[in-house]
Structure formats: structure tokens, C-alpha cells
Nanobody, 115 residues
Framework: DVQPVESGGGSVQTGGSLTLTCAAT????????MGWFRQAPGNECELVST???????YYADSVQGRFTISQENAENTMYLQMNSLKPEDTAVYYC??????????GGQGTQVTVS
């Protein structure tokens, strides 16, 4: 089962920061190209950032320069550091392997609210 668990969301003011955590059990994160996704009410699932097995990263234009994705292999954990948060970043955030589209916004997620 390649279903990680997200945590770290919360409510912050515009300009604030949060760090999201994606913890994997039963599989090794670095074996997959992993991504952070988000979905706001009424919107489609949106790709935010990815990190490949070789450490290469991708960021959506909307978060480039503000968000940083990273992975701690020893802890089998992935992070998303989010700075300079904006109200439009408000969404439920999910982590998933890019190779399993059905799970992109299909886990429990963690709510991020920016006001």
C-alpha cells in the first residue's frame, strides 16, 4: 500500500509559514517520484511540487520561490516548507506518488488556511 500520511497543516495569516510532513510506512519514499498536491473547494486537484529519486525538484509557478520540497531518507519522510503564504494557498494538501494518480488528492490530507 503506497499511501503516505500528511500532517502539519493549520491556520496562518498572510505572509506566514507552515511546514507540511508526509510520512510513509510500508514503502520507501525515495523509490518513487513523490509530489505534493492541493485541492481547494470547487477546484480540481493541483500539482504543487515534486521531488524525484535523484533529488531533482519541480514547483508550480504559483509557489515557485515560496515553497521548498525536501526529503529525509533516513526518516522516510517528505516535507513541504511553505513561506510567504497567500490566501490563494488555502486548500487541503496531499502527498502521493506521481505514478498513482488515484491517490493524488485521495488521502486524508492536511488543511491549510491562510487569511
Amino acid at each position: 500500500d503506497v499511501q503516505p500520511v500528511e500532517s502539519g497543516g493549520g491556520s496562518v495569516q498572510t505572509g506566514g509559514s507552515l511546514t507540511l510532513t508526509c510520512a510513509a510506512t510500508g514503502f520507501t519514499l525515495r523509490s518513487y517520484c513523490m509530489g505534493w498536491f492541493r485541492q481547494a473547494p470547487g477546484n480540481e486537484c493541483e500539482l504543487v511540487s515534486t521531488i524525484a529519486s535523484d533529488g531533482s525538484t519541480y514547483y508550480a509557478d504559483s509557489v515557485q520561490g515560496r515553497f521548498t520540497i525536501s526529503q529525509e531518507n533516513a526518516e522516510n519522510t517528505m516535507y513541504l516548507q511553505m513561506n510567504s503564504l497567500k490566501p490563494e494557498d488555502t486548500a487541503v494538501y496531499y502527498c502521493a506518488a506521481l505514478s498513482i494518480p488515484s491517490l493524488w488528492c485521495g488521502g486524508q490530507g492536511t488543511q491549510v488556511t491562510v487569511s
